[in-house]
């Protein structure tokens, strides 16, 4: 295997791609220039700290700071999901439970089938992929309800008069957020390899492996993913729909 090596002058060198974005925001008159400076520190301190934290784990290699590692993951992109519903009631138990089981139930058919191997190094980078793309799932499915429950309120406020229980009234409205939900990976699913090369893949490839190898591990990233965002989709709009709701049935 070939080492890919990046020296510390490669990448001030490529900081040159981050004053692209800048110059355009500078030019267009976007206001984004101070958006885009704190988003370039925080990842660089963000990705420097995580790599020194998975240096040692990855060194430790114990069982209980892999699943530690794992619930953390899922605990942040839980919370980057709620974030994102503009729904006042919101609940962040929705977006934990919609996360874990999507995540653990997708991890754990991975390990059964003997894919990955339960170890810190194949596992949290896994947990990462996994959590991190429910959590896009996710925060779609809470806008697309409250968009919908804004368009479709006059609709949905019939159908309870006429005696509809809030499960039925809301279905069509559940039925267009899920969709729109997993609607990207799908669409990702669909132009892998032709259109664009994905992390795993890509990254596999510049480290030397058998570009054969490397699509049989994106092909089970694609199968992952859509298994993920399905359920992360489905669990939370089941979940946020009821906060819509009042105790006593009623539409807010």
């Known amino acids: 295997m070939k080492n890919v090596v990046v020296s510390n002058w490669s990448l001030v060198l490529a900081f040159?791609?981050?004053?692209?974005?800048?110059?355009?925001?500078?030019?267009?008159?976007?206001?984004?220039?101070?958006?885009?400076?704190?988003?370039?520190?925080?990842?660089?301190?963000?990705?420097?700290?995580?790599?020194?934290?998975?240096?040692?784990?990855?060194?430790?290699?114990?069982?209980?700071?892999?699943?530690?590692?794992?619930?953390?993951?899922?605990?942040?992109?839980?919370?980057?999901?709620?974030?994102?519903?503009?729904?006042?009631?919101?609940?962040?138990?929705?977006?934990i439970i919609a996360e874990a089981v999507g995540t653990y139930a997708t991890l754990g058919i991975l390990i059964f089938s003997g894919i990955i191997k339960p170890v810190p190094m194949q596992v949290i980078p896994i947990t990462g992929m996994i959590a991190g793309n429910e959590m896009v799932a996710v925060g779609l499915c809470y806008k697309a309800l409250n968009d919908s429950f804004n368009d479709l309120h006059q609709q949905v406020l019939?159908?309870?008069?006429?005696?509809?229980?809030?499960?039925?009234?809301?279905?069509?409205?559940?039925r267009r957020s899920i969709k729109t939900a997993m609607q990207p990976t799908i669409d990702s699913a669909k132009t892998v390899g032709l259109v664009n090369l994905p992390g795993m893949m890509s990254g596999l490839i510049f480290a030397g492996v058998n570009p054969i190898y490397a699509i049989k591990y994106q092909i089970m990233i694609t199968f992952m993913l859509l298994s993920a965002t399905g359920l992360g989709a489905v669990i939370s709009g089941y979940l946020a729909y009821k906060n819509y709701f009042n105790d006593r049935m009623q539409l807010k």
């Open 158 to 174: 019939e159908k309870l008069a006429l005696g509809s229980d809030i499960k039925t009234a809301s279905m069509p409205i559940l």
């Open 16 to 95: 040159a791609l981050v004053l692209v974005s800048i110059g355009i925001s500078a030019k267009e008159k976007l206001g984004l220039t101070k958006d885009i400076l704190i988003s370039v520190i925080r990842a660089i301190i963000q990705l420097v700290v995580i790599g020194y934290v998975l240096k040692f784990i990855f060194h430790v290699n114990t069982l209980w700071l892999t699943l530690v590692s794992t619930i953390v993951i899922i605990f942040n992109a839980s919370w980057n999901a709620n974030q994102r519903d503009p729904n006042l009631g919101r609940n962040i138990w929705n977006s």
